[in-house]
């Protein structure tokens, strides 16, 4: 938009908070930004203070468009907008805030494992954020692993974790050392994340540091094997940005972080993929992901977490479990042995725990009316020939996965649609065809062709609103065919 004082456009700055990482929402208030005719600057997820207000004084946007929906956006917004009106410069900066400001697993009737989430400042490192809330008062949306002494989380854990009900700790970090010590403090070996998908999507940590920080968490946590504990690493790498990334760099990122445990002395690893918006796809997709991992990883010990959607989930009931039905018979005729699932309230709030063992329990009845057929993980299908083509052309690189997977982000073999990160070339983009895949739509230096697909128009606010809602349009309709029927 011309400043009708000077002629020229406005430039507007769109941020986070330190302890936010998500992304989609900055994507979209840029696009949406731009087509009101601003310039923007998108400084991405995980913002620290000192770096907002330093790239404020040397721009001087005409605003600040501050987003957050981690559950700390009050907090952490009071104290953004503190040290903005300390600086001279900016003490009349206009800013816009907005977003999310504010044992019954274990008895559910389904085979279930518990989860530790730890809190958002832990992940990123703020340990002083969390002693200041523990000082004050001041809830954290998730379990100070760090923080609190092992016997706390020895209490914790007490007459809960077991062979019978294993506990697995998330965490979200691209410095896992810290938490991966407190773990092994208490022996406990379940964990997950990897050096790109704990990284990239979720903060500014460089890559460089998330490859070296979680070689080194890797090989902390391999030494529980000496007091009796098989570590076990979940990566994370298929389900970046938990939407519109294609199903063919998912399997392949999935695979990569795999190797790099192993690499660092992790025996017992589980590969991950996150439901996608077409159902037989999908089911290639975890067809790829089976076969790769059979051919290449160097353990017998691994197995396959699907996850349920992680983009916007239906908002009525009956379309939130008939997606969830189509995740668990992707499951099931993937020959998954775990599920990560979502719950019909996903799309409203957080969940209470009653709604999440509704969703374990709707879970569980769904997967015994599915047939078990033989897995088949030999079909050469598009997913399969591009995750190959990826994965091999990041490990022909270098013999070190971590340095191997630095290089490909370099030169652009691994790339990410609409991630932020300044790591992240940024060439790619996706789209959902006619029949519901997603697609490429530009691979930038990615080792394989496509056909491109011509535009005759900009990609705008609403065409990404439209991608990132259509499978909750999709299982909203009346009378929706999709998924498997919901149970009442």
Known sequence: MTDARTGTRR???????????????????????????????????????????TRCAAIRPAFVV??????????????????????????????????KLVSAVRAAAARTAGTITVDAHTRVGHLAAVESALRDGVALNGYLVVSHPAATTAQVL?????????????????????????LCAVRLG?????????CLPYGRTPLSESVHNWAVGCELLAQLRDTGVEPHLETFGGCMLGQLCPPSQLVAISVLEALFFAQHGIRSVSVSYAQQTHPVQDRE????????????????????????YMGLYPQTRDG??????????????????????????????????????????????????????????????????????LVDAVLNLDPDVGRALLQAFRKGYLDIPYCLHPDNRGQTRSFIDPDGRLRWEATGALPFDVPQRSRSRWFTSADLLRDLSYVRRKFDEPGSEAGVAATR
């Open 285 to 308: 997709a975890v067809g790829a992901l089976r076969r790769l991992c059979g051919e290449l990883l160097p353990t017998a010990d691994w197995h396959v977490v699907v996850y349920a």
């Open 11 to 53: 430039t507007v700055v769109v941020t986070s908070m330190a302890s936010d990482s998500h992304t989609w929402n900055l994507v979209f208030l840029q696009l949406l930004l731009e087509e009101l005719g601003h310039d923007v600057v998108n400084l991405g997820p995980c913002v620290p203070d000192d770096l907002l207000v």
């Open 190 to 198: 379940a964990t997950e994340g990897g050096p790109v998908s704990y």
């Open 66 to 99: 501050i987003s957050s929906v981690n559950g700390h956006g009050c907090q952490d917004g009071l104290r953004v907008i503190r040290r903005l009106r300390s600086h001279p410069g900016l003490f009349a900066m206009p800013v816009v805030i907005g977003g």
């Open 158 to 182: 007490d007459g809960i974790h077991g062979p019978e009900f294993p506990v697995q700790v998330r965490h979200g970090s691209a410095d896992p050392v810290d938490i991966f010590r407190a």
């Open 320 to 389: 939130a479990y008939r997606l969830l039905g189509q995740a668990v018979e992707l499951a099931v005729t993937g020959g998954a042995q775990r599920m990560i699932v979502k719950t019909a309230a996903e799309s409203r709030r957080i969940p209470s725990i009653e709604e999440n063992v509704r969703a374990l329990e709707y879970a569980a009845r769904a997967a015994r009316r599915v047939p078990r057929t033989p897995v088949d993980a030999g079909t050469d299908s598009a997913t399969y020939e591009e995750a190959a083509a």
